[in-house]
């Protein structure tokens, strides 16, 4: 079966190091989500990509996290300098949308930050 | 803006019997598609089941089915025979299917019910 991959599953750093979060999404879709899922806040999202083109990224801070798809199978979340407040899993998400279409959207595993 | 409220943080059932999801949401769309994914221990999230809204027919994927009152906004979510596998988070969530425009492809979540099944 088709999945979407991301890496690391787990990864515990210091404060003020930076953190680069993978996500392969399936092949074929055109759509690239990245959510963030905490107890408080429930799941947030951060950004997404169409036709890795950037869409929205206003539930991102900007002043520490970036999101880029360099090609059509890496899409890539930056978070520089990490603070323990982005502790969270962090979710890639990818679906092939076409327009008055419900399509399916396909979750990876997450990868779980912890930021000390 | 829409939103998607789930009023159960917390449910538990008996193996082998029928428990119910609560879901309500608010939007001023008659266009849109409504979605129930689980998210095990495992963490990945799984899509469930998904209701369009302009067919009044109630979605069902086998032992899940919905029961979709698009007046009253209530997406429930029933799990029929209900299967120790079955214990997870459940999320309802909404998407738009009005627009043209690309923003409207983002899913709105609400906060999660979390199903205890007990043996």
């Known amino acids: 079966d088709a999945r979407v991959t991301q890496t690391p599953r787990h990864k515990v750093t210091e404060m003020g190091q930076e953190v680069t979060m993978r996500c392969q999404p399936i092949?074929?879709?055109?759509?690239v989500f990245w959510y963030r899922q905490t107890m408080m806040q429930g799941l947030e999202l951060l950004a997404y990509?169409?036709?890795?083109?950037?869409?929205?990224d206003s539930g991102m801070p900007k002043d520490r996290f970036s999101a880029e798809m360099p090609d059509a199978t890496l899409a890539t979340l930056k978070i520089q300098p990490s603070e323990p407040r982005d502790s969270a899993v962090y979710f890639c998400?990818?679906?092939?949308?076409?327009?008055?279409?419900?399509?399916?959207?396909?979750f990876g595993s997450g990868t779980q930050l912890s930021v000390l | 803006a829409q939103t998607v409220t789930q009023s159960q943080p917390e449910m538990s059932v008996q193996e082998a019997e029928t428990v119910t999801l609560s879901c309500t949401y608010d939007?001023?769309?008659?266009?849109?598609?409504l979605f129930w994914y689980k998210q095990p221990p495992s963490r990945q999230m799984i899509l469930v089941i998904r209701q369009e809204a302009y067919k009044q027919q109630n979605a069902t994927e086998n032992r899940f089915s919905v029961n979709f009152q698009k007046a009253a906004k209530s997406f429930s979510l029933k799990i029929s025979d209900s299967q120790l596998g079955d214990a997870a988070m459940y999320f309802c969530a909404y998407r738009s299917a009005e627009s043209e425009m690309d923003s409207n492809y983002q899913l709105i979540w609400g906060a999660g019910t979390k199903l205890i099944i007990k043996p």
């Open positions: 990509f169409r036709n890795r083109a950037p869409l929205d």
């Open positions: 939007t001023s769309e008659s266009d849109y598609y």
């Open positions: 998400a990818s679906g092939l949308y076409l327009r008055h279409t419900n399509e399916k959207l396909f």
């Open positions: 092949l074929g879709h055109n759509t």
